[in-house]
Nanobody, 123 residues
Framework: QVQLVESGGGLVQAGGSLRLSCAAS????????MGWFRQAPGKEREIVAAISWNVVGAYYADSVKGRFTISRDGAKNTVYLQMNSLKPEDTAVYYC????????????????WGQGTQVTVSS
C-alpha cells in the first residue's frame, strides 16, 4: 500500500515557477513508477509527466515539454514536479499517482492517487 500527499501548489503569475512535491509512504516506493496528472475545471484529467522506478525513463506531455521537470528522491520517498514558465492554461488541480507499471501510469490507470493540490496561474 502506498499513500501519497501532494504539496507546493498555489497562486503564481504567468511566467513564474512552482515546485510540487509528492511524499509517499511505504517501503516499496522505489519500485513504483510515478506520474503527475492535472485536471482543469470542465476538462478531463490528463497526464503531465511520468518517471520510471529506476529513473531511466521520463515522459512529458507536449504541452509542458521544456518547461516542467519530473524527478524523484528515493531517500526522501518523494517525487517532484518543477514547473517553470507557467501559463494560465496550466491552472488545474495537480495529482500524483503511483503504480508498479510505467505503462499503467502513462494510461492513467494507477493503483494509488494523492488528494491533489491546486495550481492557479494568473495572467
Amino acid at each position: 500500500q502506498v499513500q501519497l500527499v501532494e504539496s507546493g501548489g498555489g497562486l503564481v503569475q504567468a511566467g513564474g515557477s512552482l515546485r510540487l512535491s509528492c511524499a509517499a509512504s511505504g517501503r516499496t516506493f522505489s519500485r513504483y513508477a510515478m506520474g503527475w496528472f492535472r485536471q482543469a475545471p470542465g476538462k478531463e484529467r490528463e497526464i503531465v509527466a511520468a518517471i520510471s522506478w529506476n529513473v531511466v525513463g521520463a515522459y512529458y506531455a507536449d504541452s509542458v515539454k521544456g518547461r516542467f521537470t519530473i524527478s524523484r528522491d528515493g531517500a526522501k520517498n518523494t517525487v517532484y514536479l518543477q514547473m517553470n514558465s507557467l501559463k494560465p492554461e496550466d491552472t488545474a488541480v495537480y495529482y500524483c499517482a503511483a503504480d508498479g507499471s510505467l505503462q499503467q501510469v502513462l494510461t492513467g490507470t494507477c493503483d494509488f492517487w494523492g488528494q491533489g493540490t491546486q495550481v492557479t496561474v494568473s495572467s
